[in-house]
């Protein structure tokens, strides 16, 4: 039986997994029995019953307005992850066109200074080569720490996604409960104006 002692504003939230948890189940709305009076149904009964129900149902569409607005974060989130590993492509790109401008201005150096003598030619060919080495080694080392920074931002996004599928999965079934409560109560209202 119904308690109408039972206070609508007892609907709360549980704070360890953030679910909110309905004063009326669905199970109490099916096996809810209402005393008769007089002339009908115990009208203030009736009324608290009704003003929990719909306590309950304004708790839910609060709830998945709430986990819209998480969607909307996490999707904007995802859009930040995106423009960073824009960002980190294009300074890898810099960084070989880089390395190859130095490489070339290297040869150029050697070919000019070939012109005007051998000896110092190779010497400083074996020195712009040693700095092209040197600049190829911190360059192909800044690669490696971009593709390490790419592969966590695509491990994050994959993270988002996953967290953004199971929001959608649980909009989804909170909206499927809803639309089924209200079948159950509109076939209630037409169960109980046919016994009348």
Do not use: C, W
């Amino acid at each position: 039986m119904f308690d109408p002692a039972l206070s609508p504003r007892q609907s709360r939230a549980d704070n360890r997994t953030g679910e909110t948890r309905m004063n009326v189940s669905p199970l109490d709305l099916r096996q809810q029995r209402f005393r008769s009076s007089f002339r009908g149904f115990d009208k203030v009964e009736v009324t608290a019953f009704l003003a929990a129900v719909a306590d309950d149902y304004e708790q839910a569409l609060r709830e998945t307005d709430r986990l819209r607005q998480d969607v909307t974060r996490l999707e904007a989130l995802i859009g930040e992850h995106r423009e960073h590993e824009k960002n980190l492509r294009n300074t890898l790109m810099t960084a070989q066109k880089l390395a190859d401008d130095i490489r070339a201005n290297a040869d150029d150096e050697a070919k000019r200074i070939t012109r005007h003598a051998e000896e110092d030619a190779t010497r400083i060919l074996r020195d712009a080569e040693s700095r092209s080495d040197q600049l190829l080694d911190k360059t192909q080392a800044r690669l490696e720490d971009v593709q390490r920074e790419i592969d966590g931002l695509k491990l994050k996004r994959k993270d988002v996604e996953t967290t953004i599928e199971a929001t959608i999965q649980t909009l989804k079934n909170t909206l499927e409960y809803v639309r089924e409560q209200e079948l159950r109560d509109r076939d209630e209202r037409v169960l109980l104006h046919r016994v009348k």
